[in-house]
């Protein structure tokens, strides 16, 4: 039997189909909560055994999809655009309802099932860390916002504030925003009074206190139309909202750096070049579990973008991006290929002699990518930590160096 879940926020659509496709066995529909999915795991389990009923479904992560594979039936994730792109075998009119697309998924996965993945439960430690750094990449994005929310108020009412430092987002910045928080508050600021306030605030130094108030004078003067008062009260409360999104980033640095520790995965890829604990984190959530299901190396190199397309037809032959991939994979693997060339003399090589033969920056990237796939894959199945004197190329290019 095969079992089509077309589901939604508040309902989902549930059809078991017989396994020659002729008969619907059974099809109800459920309210997204507790007594709900209970109850359709029970309905479920009362067409047989768990293992031998596969679900189809529009998505791969979510409520129901955990239940489902605690529960042990195989949840098998369909693209909402591979699944839209079949239905005229179904009918020219695209007729769409919600039992429709539950009995149409069910016998998707009759036909099709043998070549659609089946999702694979995570361990709870590799779980943890997807959820860190995802949770950190969003941080992140908000920070992003903030920050040019932050520099869009100040361009409109004090630009002299955006050019005293380098950054908005550092704490220097904002602090000096706390303290001036209009053109007005600043207008007696002196040379004297701005070598107290960096030292009070261990600035770097990079910049002398006459360059900074050389740059805060020469910026040009904004027209207000706000009163100081509401000016400073605008500044003041994006200033908050950054320092809160900067200190839940450096919480969650801390949180997925505990975490590591306990992930024995995590240990062997710690040794490589310029990784960093952020990135590590990442590699291990979102490419752990391609390693994990990839029949091979090439394989797991396709799903995660660092290898083209062919395409064949005739006379013509052309090679392409590769655009059906694990974006957060690929954009995760990507980082680490381009850090790696600043630290490895190898991945240095490999990138130098793929712009040699002219090949643009992403693209030398991706062919770094696909060799560094093969070194995490070595260490990930063998269970061996990463060790430069090992890796055969490096040892080899480091000894002609030498």
């Not at 291990?284 to 091979?296: F, I, M, T, Y």
Request: aromatic share 6%.
């Amino acid at each position: 039997m095969y079992v089509g879940s077309d589901w939604a926020s508040e309902t989902h659509d549930i059809t078991v189909l017989s396994v020659d496709g002729e008969v619907v066995i059974d099809r109800w529909a459920l309210g997204h909560d507790a007594v709900g999915i209970d109850a359709a795991i029970e309905r479920l389990g009362g067409h047989g055994r768990p293992e031998d009923l596969p679900v189809a479904i529009e998505t791969t992560t979510g409520l129901v999809v955990d239940r489902l594979l605690a529960a042990g039936h195989p949840v098998v994730p369909v693209h909402p655009n591979a699944f839209n792109a079949a239905r005229p075998r179904w009918g020219a009119s695209r007729a769409k309802s919600d039992p429709g697309d539950s009995w149409k998924l069910a016998d998707y996965l009759r036909t099709d099932g043998h070549r659609l993945r089946r999702l694979e439960p995570l361990d709870a430690a590799t779980t943890e860390v997807r959820a860190l750094s995802r949770m950190r990449d969003d941080h992140v994005e908000a920070k992003v916002a903030a920050t040019n929310q932050l520099n869009a108020l100040l361009a409109r009412h004090w630009p002299g504030a955006t050019t005293i430092f380098g950054r908005l987002d550092c704490e220097i910045a904002l602090a000096f925003l706390d303290d001036y928080p209009t053109p007005a508050s600043a207008a007696r600021l002196g040379e004297a009074r701005l070598k107290l306030f960096c030292r009070r605030h261990s600035y770097c130094g990079r910049r002398s206190p006459a360059e900074l108030l050389e740059r805060l004078r020469s910026a040009p003067a904004a027209t207000n139309a706000v009163s100081g008062e509401v000016l400073a009260e605008l500044i003041q409360a994006q200033v908050r909202l950054l320092r809160c999104v900067l200190r839940t980033i450096a919480d969650l640095d801390r949180a997925i750096g505990a975490c590591l520790l306990g992930h024995a995965k995590a240990q062997l890829l710690a040794p490589m070049p310029r990784i960093g604990e952020v990135n590590l984190a990442q590699i291990v959530g979102e490419v752990g579990p391609v390693l994990q299901r990839a029949v091979d190396v090439e394989h797991a190199c396709a799903e995660v973008g660092a290898t083209p397309v062919t395409k064949e037809s005739g006379k013509g032959r052309a090679v392409n991006f590769r655009w059906a991939v694990n974006t957060k994979a690929r954009k995760t693997l990507a980082t680490f290929a381009d850090n790696s060339r600043h630290a490895s003399p190898w991945a240095a090589q490999l990138y130098a002699d793929a712009r040699a033969r002219g090949k643009r920056h992403p693209h030398a990237i991706r062919i770094l990518m696909r060799a560094w796939m093969r070194v995490i894959w070595a260490c990930w199945h063998s269970d061996t930590a990463y060790d430069p004197a090992r890796h055969g190329a490096e040892h080899r290019l480091a000894n002609n160096a030498a």
